[in-house]
């Protein structure tokens, strides 16, 4: 659909965010999106999902960061069966 990145074709959800520059000097940055399950799931606290690296920005600048979410991001493994 319009407006939609392409990165986000095949996944079920995605967060898009706004890393801004807001120091005095010329940088990048390495924004990371961390998921948190449900207590008692055997998953961590918090789970990587994702990280990009922004161009470097001039101070003042931004640039809108994308993490696509498929569904194998969105599942814990669980030797458990039915």
Do not use: H, W
């Not at 809108?64 to 599942?75: A, G, I, M």
């Amino acid at each position: 659909s319009a407006g939609v990145p392409p990165i986000c074709d095949d996944a079920v959800m995605c967060i898009t965010v706004r890393i801004t520059n807001t120091g005095s000097f010329s940088g990048g940055e390495v924004p990371q999106l961390y998921m948190g399950f449900p207590l008692g799931v055997g998953e961590p606290p918090k789970v990587l999902r994702g990280f990009v690296a922004t161009k470097p920005m001039e101070p003042s600048c931004f640039e809108d960061v994308t993490f696509p979410l498929r569904r194998r991001d969105l599942q814990i493994f669980s030797e458990a069966s039915d």
